[in-house]
């Protein structure tokens, strides 16, 4: 499924909202735009597919990309199966159940969104240049707080092992 992303033009996160009157609102620092003045729009590949059927797509997709250089290929895998998270803990409260949902960026790298059953929680990760292969730049502040150590706990990443532009980076596990 392609899904398009648009960027904040006042800070550059992906986390936007848009509306009915053709408003879009940044959620990380609430800059509005309005349809008259588009932000830039970017497609990314997003998926959330139930473990059953991974095998399946696996054949029918091409050879996986080549990882950076600086990477050996033996040390990167693409993620491999979805997974599902119970008692998942927000600032809203708590969600009995919530889906991971990985994403590819257009501009490279993986992402990974929160889905419950009322439809996109959050997404928990932000697209930062230079993020080894297999790593993820995790959001751990404002309405993502607490997401980092949930995410760790329930095997979803690793622990971050260095911090670019002041987030965490973290291996990705599933």
């Known amino acids: ?8 033009s006042e800070c550059g996160s992906f986390d936007t909202a848009s509306y009915d009157d053709e408003l879009i609102e940044c959620l990380t620092c609430r800059h509005i735009t309005f349809g008259d003045d588009p932000p830039d729009a970017y497609a990314i590949e997003s998926w959330c597919v139930p473990a059953s ?3 399946d797509i696996a054949v ?3 050879s996986p990309r080549k990882a950076p250089d600086s990477v050996t290929q033996a040390a990167w895998e693409e993620p491999s199966e979805s997974k599902t998270i119970h008692d998942f ?3 809203c409260g708590v ?3 919530v889906e991971v949902v990985m994403e590819r960026y257009a501009m490279g790298g993986y992402g990974i969104q929160l889905w419950d059953n009322e439809g996109p929680l959050m997404t928990a990760t932000r697209w930062i240049p230079g993020i080894p292969a297999g790593c993820v730049a995790i959001k751990d502040f404002d309405e993502n707080a607490g997401c980092l150590e949930q ?3 329930r095997g ?4 971050p092992q260095e911090f670019l532009e002041g987030l965490p980076i973290c291996r990705l596990r599933i």
């Open 1 to 8: 499924m392609t899904t398009t992303k648009i960027k904040c």
């Open 53 to 55: 059927e991974l095998a």
């Open 60 to 62: 029918a997709m091409c």
């Open 89 to 91: 803990v927000t600032i």
């Open 95 to 97: 969600s009995p159940i």
């Open 151 to 153: 995410l760790i706990a």
């Open 156 to 159: 979803v990443i690793e622990p």
